[in-house]
């Protein structure tokens, strides 16, 4: 039984605690958050401090869902701990901030759908990608732009947010290379805070790769993310669902979040060795993710709601 510390009690560290409860050999001995939105179980332990539950915990297993910024720094200070941590993206929104740090080994990013049916043969064969496209298609109403998510500089946008699951399994899969080019727009209409509703981007690396994005969080179009990838012999692979989780498999067969969630917990190893789980996301490979995202960023025109690009 591995002992499991959660950071974090808001709307996703919520989602961790049901999927904790009840999935085999975790033990959840205590939430950490200074104000909980949700309370913990009854019998759990709740610290205001994450650094005093660490200490007197001592948990095998450290789940971190906290704004960014605060998520890495939780996340570092449990790996030198000695925990294996698993943390929420985007975790910071500085690419910056993932410098190579020793620590970093122990902790991975919490992508559950990158476990969707089919995924981990795909990224462990690796092969050879030309270009890839990430489309998001959902709606966010106005309660979920509250709190830190209200401020492009605390939460980023829907790059961060929500289509970060599509990119960061479309750049594992095309082959590492500078960015040569970049080109986005992002469209704000309802103004409900500083984030976006629309981006669509153009990525363009060394080598010839394309990546393109078109992600909408406005739309009451049927919800969907999904991941299209041509491989260098001419073949398509479709990576489908609401949040990937069709995965290569048949939309009606797709496992549940829940489902998704347990195998993510359970694939975490236990030491600083072994033979990793190839759906396991490390996080200095989120370096790679967050410079193509602040690459769209810095380079985007934005079209007010009149519709002019400034």
């Known amino acids: 039984m591995r002992r499991v510390l959660l950071i974090g009690s808001g709307e996703v560290g919520a989602k961790h605690t049901e999927a904790l409860n009840r999935t085999d050999g975790m033990d959840l001995v205590g939430v950490a958050d200074p104000s909980p939105v ?13 650094g005093n539950a660490l200490g007197q915990l001592a948990p095998d297993v450290v789940v ?4 960014p910024v605060t998520a890495l720094v939780a996340a570092r200070a449990a790996a030198r701990a000695g925990a294996t ?11 910056a901030d993932l410098a190579p740090a020793l620590e970093d080994r122990r902790i991975f990013v919490a992508f559950q759908p990158h476990f969707a049916p089919g995924l981990a ?23 979920y732009y509250r709190s830190w998510r209200t401020r492009y500089a605390t939460a980023g946008g829907i790059l961060h947010q929500q289509a970060i699951h599509g990119l960061a399994l479309a750049l594992r899969l095309l ?33 010839g790769a ?10 009451d179009e049927p919800r969907r993310h999904d991941v299209s990838v041509h491989l260098d012999d001419g073949r398509q692979v479709h990576v489908r669902g609401r949040n990937l989780e069709a995965g290569l498999g048949r939309p009606q067969s797709a496992p549940s979040d829940l ?12 030491g600083d060795t072994g033979p990793r789980h190839p759906s396991l996301f490390p996080l200095p490979q989120l370096r790679r993710t967050l410079e193509v995202i602040d ?14 690009a400034t």
Do not use: H
Request: glycine residues 4%; positive net charge; contains cysteine.
């Open 295 to 308: 690459c769209a960023y810095r380079n985007a025109r934005t079209v007010s709601e009149a519709g002019t």
């Open 38 to 50: 949700v309370a913990p179980p009854a019998g759990v332990p709740l610290f205001a401090q994450w």
């Open 85 to 95: 941590v698993l943390v929420e993206k985007p975790v910071t929104l500085n690419p």
């Open 175 to 207: 082959a590492p290379a500078p960015i040569t080019s970049c080109t986005a727009e992002v469209r704000r209409v309802r103004q409900w805070a500083e984030s976006e509703d629309r981006i669509t981007a153009t990525v363009a690396f060394e080598g």
């Open 64 to 67: 971190v869902a906290a704004p």
């Open 210 to 219: 394309l990546l393109t994005v078109d992600a909408r969080v406005d739309s």
């Open 259 to 270: 489902a998704l969630r347990q195998t993510m917990y359970r694939s975490l190893p236990a």
């Open 121 to 143: 043969g795909l990224l462990d064969q690796a092969p050879p990608v030309r270009r890839a496209t990430v489309t998001l298609v959902c709606r966010r109403d106005r309660a």
